[in-house]
């Protein structure tokens, strides 16, 4: 079974920081995606990657793939209230037939 | 909106009630997933359809679950017998083609409450 543990669980912090959150597996996948989910809706995409060592810049937000595809970061730098919202990881198989999703990390950004 | 949307957004059974979620995928996409969320968590695989042809069911928890998308396009979850562990958002998403890459789109879910 692939399972994803994501980290920290929860982050709380004030306008203009920056943080990062972890996405860590024992298991490889082929790609791994990053969503956000705010209340009542579903998930949106953000990014995904599919290259060992891949880095992706999506303006104030970085995404790294670890080398050996097992795990993944997600840098915000500056963050802002809108930041605001769960961020959830995401590992497929070759076939993309059964997405793995961890738990989250619930940020929540003050103004 | 061309989104994926489901249907009913909120839905509070009796336990032992049967229920059906309804989930309508953007067009053409051919790849439908169905996911559980709980409070709090992240979600959790169900199931996946390529079309018609659901090709893996092995998140489904019991078989009181039961998915089918007949036409390749709306799909529809039941439950049966709901129990209160049943309770949770269902998520319903689309993919043009379902390799692993593809961006999925999600709906906006139903959440169920089972009383």
């Known amino acids: 079974t692939q399972l994803l543990e994501q980290s920290p669980q929860f982050l709380s912090i004030q306008e203009g920081e920056n943080l990062t959150v972890y996405c860590n597996s024992s298991s490889v996948f082929s790609s791994l995606q990053w969503y956000r989910q705010e209340p009542g809706e579903g998930p949106v995409l953000l990014v995904t990657v599919v290259t060992g060592g891949e880095v992706k810049k999506l303006k104030r937000l970085t995404f790294q793939f670890g080398d050996a595809r097992k795990d993944s970061s997600l840098h915000i730098t500056a963050a802002q209230p809108g930041d605001t919202g769960l961020y959830l990881c995401?590992?497929?198989?070759?076939?993309?037939?059964?997405?793995?999703f961890g738990p989250g990390t619930r940020l929540s950004v003050l103004p | 909106g061309a989104g994926v949307s489901q249907s009913p957004r909120y839905k509070v059974a009796k336990r032992g009630q049967d229920v059906a979620l309804r989930c309508d995928p953007i067009?053409?996409?051919?790849?439908l997933f169905w996911y559980q969320q709980a409070l709090g968590q992240g979600p959790e695989f169900l199931t996946y359809?390529?079309?018609?042809?659901?090709?893996?069911k092995s998140g489904l928890p019991s078989d009181r679950f039961f998915a089918e998308r007949p036409e390749g396009s709306v799909s529809t979850l039941k439950i049966q017998r709901t129990q209160q562990e049943d309770s949770a958002v269902y998520l319903c998403?689309?993919?043009?083609?379902?390799?692993?890459?593809?961006?999925?789109?999600f709906g906006p879910g139903t959440r169920l409450t089972v009383l």
């Open positions: 995401a590992g497929a198989n070759n076939y993309g037939q059964n997405f793995v």
């Open positions: 998403a689309s993919s043009l083609e379902g390799r692993g890459r593809d961006e999925q789109f």
């Open positions: 359809f390529q079309n018609e042809a659901q090709l893996d």
């Open positions: 067009s053409g996409h051919v790849s």
